[in-house]
């Protein structure tokens, strides 16, 4: 499998959409994104964030592309182009393997509006996917930082979380799938993340002081959001929002459902820290719930709290490998 | 090595440099590149791109960051800011190597006033680097493409070829090192090219219609090049001006010199298609040599010449895996 082969399939797929002047095949690409715009890069590698196993190869593609977007959400960004960095195994996978990925990838960006507007492909011991998002920011509208929480801020979530831990519990055996009515749904959160990007905007551009994804796991961000904004934070275990089916999962496996949402990685949902009186003016321009799980407080680390009382944890979250 | 450490690294030796308004740290990176950006993104990965028993760590950070200059200087553009995915090996790779590693990122980065403005750390079974450069235009600048080459237009290279491909067979062992004179110039040309930021600039203000940079062999690329603007090319290598000591390292593996400085890849040169009127005026603007060795005409396909006549070689360049 060649450049040539990747760029021609690339090419012959990818849509030019608003944003990119010169798209794929030439040395750079050349993109009018506005006055300010926004760039992030996550990488997918096999045995480490996916096992072809148990995902398919579309599916793969999809999420490459649905974590980067979730980061220009987080943001409050709109994202237009990208540049997909591909490692393809050296053995064990033919041009059916590689169309299915790029269906999963070119679906996700077609979706988005997004283009492929270069990268590169090369061949390796294992499949890799090096995704670089670039997004704008709507004029007049400010960055979601993460630095910009201040004390007595609530930290709120989009939506229930929870689904795509107990799923790739599922996926890896820990829970049988036949034993849990949601468990469907529960994989899908792991496999098949969307980014908030509807979200994102509106909290960016209605008064939230701060936000990021929940990608390691709401307790593990939220820890990150305080410590860039020079605070701590407590989080309510009981104010969490639960996703279905996850509290039949986490009694498979024994631990409680509470601190699996609150601790279990990649739901991509949002958390933000909003003044308290912006809360239900922003939660009206969502087009999902928007729940406060807790609060910014002078100090610094992060308590979890059940009762009212602090408990602790083995894990704050997914430390990324 | 974990995504922490990582991140904490880069932080540490990060300068925010024009053109970045945020920095590594967030969920994005925002950025100010003006009316028109640039994108690219390169990927080295071990094995394929390099070998960690013949070049050093900082080595490779710093050729990471050359490729993708290099990519941003073919379009006439400016550097500003990158993204740096980075695969970490699983084993048998320490903090010393990570410093070392960044070392070469980061002083290439601080080279071109560069901001290393976010990225993602992995680990996997080997070393890999993912860059993508982000550059601006100058205002009222066109791209230089690869599209826009006309009949009769001269192919211009910006220095001598063939330095970097006998710099490879010097480490690989292909010729003994201690009996070619430049052994150590050749060397550096493969491990520590230099991108020709000046020259892409100059080129794509004062009037080249196309123009890319030599990285897999200029008889490859300047068929890309026509094949891109829909003519054909012929190359004249007799005309092909040749790095000190390639001659002796093409002796001694047996190749003809010419040959090996017209289809050896990654010299990063520039390779523009000038109208023969610009070629003068645009010289006395570069700093180095600029050098016809061909033309473009109407047609397809790539012939080179010697002595005024078509000869046949085993491979136009170096096809990456």
């Not at 715009?37 to 096992?51: N, P, Q, T, Y």
């Not at 719930?289 to 709290?305: C, M, Q, W, Y």
């Amino acid at each position: 499998v060649t450049e040539r082969v990747g760029v021609a399939q690339i090419r012959a797929t990818a849509g030019m959409r608003p944003g990119t002047e010169i798209g794929i095949g030439d040395d750079a690409a050349v993109l009018a994104l506005g006055e300010r715009s926004l760039a992030c890069h996550d990488i997918l590698i096999e045995g480490v964030h996916f096992r072809r196993e148990t995902t398919s190869l579309e599916a793969i593609g999809r999420k490459a592309v649905a974590v980067n977007l979730s980061d220009i959400a987080a943001m409050g960004g709109v994202p237009r182009a990208m540049l997909v960095g591909l490692t393809i195994p050296e053995h064990d996978f033919g041009a059916d393997d590689l169309a299915a990925l790029y269906a999963g990838i070119e679906g996700a960006a077609a979706a988005h509006e997004v283009t492929i507007a270069g990268g590169d492909t090369t061949s390796g011991p294992v499949l890799a996917l090096g995704v670089t998002m670039l997004g704008a920011l709507p004029p007049g509208c400010p960055p979601l930082t993460r630095g910009g929480a201040r004390p007595g801020d609530l930290l709120c979530v989009t939506g229930p979380l929870g689904a795509a831990a107990a799923g790739l519990m599922l996926l890896e055996g820990a829970a049988d799938p036949d034993r849990v009515a949601d468990a469907r749904t529960l994989i899908d959160a792991h496999v098949a993340p969307e980014a908030r990007l509807v979200e994102g905007r509106a909290l960016a551009m209605y008064g939230a002081h701060a936000g990021l994804d929940i990608s390691d796991g709401l307790a593990l961000d939220a820890s990150r959001l305080a410590a860039e904004s020079g605070l701590g934070a407590v989080i309510d275990l009981d104010a969490i929002p639960i996703a279905p089916g996850v509290v039949e999962v986490a009694r498979a496996v024994g631990v409680d459902a509470d601190v699996l949402a609150a601790t279990g990685g990649e739901d991509y949902e949002l958390l933000a820290a909003i003044p308290p009186g912006r809360v239900a003016p922003i939660a009206r321009r969502l087009p999902r719930s928007l729940t406060p799980v807790g609060r910014l407080r002078t100090g610094a680390g992060i308590e979890l709290h059940r009762g009212g009382r602090p408990v602790s944890v083995p894990s704050l979250g997914w430390e990324r490998p």
